[in-house]
Nanobody, 125 residues
Protein backbone atom coordinates (compact mmCIF):
# COMPACT_ATOMS: atom_id res chain seq x y z
CA UNK A 1 0.00 0.00 0.00
CA UNK A 2 1.11 3.55 -0.75
CA UNK A 3 -0.56 6.68 0.56
CA UNK A 4 0.12 9.93 -1.26
CA UNK A 5 -0.44 13.53 -0.14
CA UNK A 6 0.11 16.46 -2.51
CA UNK A 7 0.86 20.03 -1.48
CA UNK A 8 2.15 23.26 -2.94
CA UNK A 9 -0.69 24.29 -5.18
CA UNK A 10 -2.07 27.81 -5.28
CA UNK A 11 -2.84 30.88 -7.34
CA UNK A 12 -0.06 32.38 -9.47
CA UNK A 13 0.16 34.84 -12.32
CA UNK A 14 1.11 33.74 -15.79
CA UNK A 15 4.87 33.42 -16.05
CA UNK A 16 5.22 32.53 -12.40
CA UNK A 17 6.39 29.35 -10.70
CA UNK A 18 5.12 26.79 -8.24
CA UNK A 19 6.66 23.69 -6.72
CA UNK A 20 4.39 20.78 -5.96
CA UNK A 21 5.31 18.08 -3.50
CA UNK A 22 3.94 14.58 -3.08
CA UNK A 23 4.74 12.88 0.20
CA UNK A 24 4.37 9.13 0.23
CA UNK A 25 4.05 6.59 2.98
CA UNK A 26 4.58 2.91 2.45
CA UNK A 27 7.62 0.73 1.96
CA UNK A 28 7.18 0.23 -1.77
CA UNK A 29 7.54 3.91 -2.71
CA UNK A 30 11.21 3.66 -3.61
CA UNK A 31 10.75 0.67 -5.92
CA UNK A 32 8.22 2.27 -8.20
CA UNK A 33 8.03 5.10 -10.67
CA UNK A 34 5.97 8.16 -9.81
CA UNK A 35 3.78 10.24 -12.05
CA UNK A 36 2.09 13.63 -12.04
CA UNK A 37 -1.24 14.07 -13.76
CA UNK A 38 -3.69 16.97 -14.01
CA UNK A 39 -7.37 17.44 -14.61
CA UNK A 40 -8.97 20.68 -15.73
CA UNK A 41 -12.72 21.29 -15.34
CA UNK A 42 -14.68 19.38 -17.95
CA UNK A 43 -11.62 17.57 -19.22
CA UNK A 44 -10.14 14.12 -18.72
CA UNK A 45 -7.20 13.53 -16.46
CA UNK A 46 -3.98 13.78 -18.42
CA UNK A 47 -0.37 12.77 -18.00
CA UNK A 48 2.09 15.53 -17.11
CA UNK A 49 5.36 13.91 -16.06
CA UNK A 50 6.86 10.77 -14.57
CA UNK A 51 10.11 9.66 -13.03
CA UNK A 52 11.57 6.19 -12.60
CA UNK A 53 12.46 4.68 -9.25
CA UNK A 54 16.05 5.93 -9.18
CA UNK A 55 15.30 9.37 -10.55
CA UNK A 56 17.56 8.77 -13.50
CA UNK A 57 14.87 8.73 -16.14
CA UNK A 58 12.14 11.31 -16.60
CA UNK A 59 9.20 11.63 -18.96
CA UNK A 60 7.14 14.69 -19.90
CA UNK A 61 4.15 15.53 -21.98
CA UNK A 62 5.09 17.83 -24.82
CA UNK A 63 3.18 20.86 -23.53
CA UNK A 64 5.28 21.09 -20.35
CA UNK A 65 8.65 20.01 -21.75
CA UNK A 66 11.25 22.62 -20.85
CA UNK A 67 9.01 24.33 -18.28
CA UNK A 68 8.35 21.60 -15.70
CA UNK A 69 10.87 19.42 -13.90
CA UNK A 70 10.05 16.26 -11.98
CA UNK A 71 12.40 14.97 -9.31
CA UNK A 72 12.33 12.68 -6.30
CA UNK A 73 14.05 12.18 -2.97
CA UNK A 74 13.69 8.56 -1.95
CA UNK A 75 15.19 9.27 1.47
CA UNK A 76 12.25 11.59 2.11
CA UNK A 77 9.70 9.49 0.21
CA UNK A 78 8.81 12.60 -1.77
CA UNK A 79 8.43 13.49 -5.42
CA UNK A 80 8.41 17.07 -6.69
CA UNK A 81 7.13 18.94 -9.70
CA UNK A 82 8.82 22.28 -10.31
CA UNK A 83 6.62 24.32 -12.62
CA UNK A 84 8.07 27.42 -14.28
CA UNK A 85 6.73 29.80 -16.90
CA UNK A 86 3.21 28.83 -15.97
CA UNK A 87 0.39 29.50 -18.40
CA UNK A 88 -3.37 29.86 -17.85
CA UNK A 89 -3.84 26.54 -19.65
CA UNK A 90 -1.85 24.85 -16.86
CA UNK A 91 -4.77 25.53 -14.52
CA UNK A 92 -5.99 22.20 -13.13
CA UNK A 93 -6.04 19.92 -10.14
CA UNK A 94 -2.69 18.16 -10.03
CA UNK A 95 -2.41 14.60 -8.78
CA UNK A 96 0.54 12.37 -8.04
CA UNK A 97 0.32 8.64 -8.60
CA UNK A 98 2.48 5.61 -7.87
CA UNK A 99 3.42 3.15 -10.60
CA UNK A 100 3.74 -0.19 -8.90
CA UNK A 101 5.26 -2.20 -11.75
CA UNK A 102 8.90 -2.70 -12.65
CA UNK A 103 8.37 -1.33 -16.13
CA UNK A 104 8.52 2.19 -17.55
CA UNK A 105 5.61 4.22 -16.20
CA UNK A 106 2.46 4.43 -18.23
CA UNK A 107 0.91 7.70 -19.40
CA UNK A 108 -2.58 6.25 -18.92
CA UNK A 109 -4.22 7.27 -15.64
CA UNK A 110 -6.36 4.14 -15.42
CA UNK A 111 -3.26 1.98 -15.13
CA UNK A 112 -2.18 3.56 -11.83
CA UNK A 113 -3.47 2.10 -8.58
CA UNK A 114 -2.45 4.68 -5.98
CA UNK A 115 -3.40 8.38 -6.11
CA UNK A 116 -3.21 11.42 -3.93
CA UNK A 117 -6.17 13.69 -3.26
CA UNK A 118 -4.93 16.42 -5.60
CA UNK A 119 -3.85 20.03 -5.24
CA UNK A 120 -5.34 22.97 -7.14
CA UNK A 121 -3.13 25.06 -9.39
CA UNK A 122 -4.66 28.24 -10.81
CA UNK A 123 -2.76 30.44 -13.24
CA UNK A 124 -4.24 33.87 -13.90
CA UNK A 125 -3.63 35.77 -17.11
Amino acid sequence: QVQLVESGGGLVQAGGSLRLSCAASGSIFSVGAMGWFRQAPGKEREFVAAINWSGGRTYYTESVQGRFTISRDNAKNTVYLQMNSLKPEDTAVYYCAHWQYRTPPSRTPAEYNYWGQGTQVTVSS
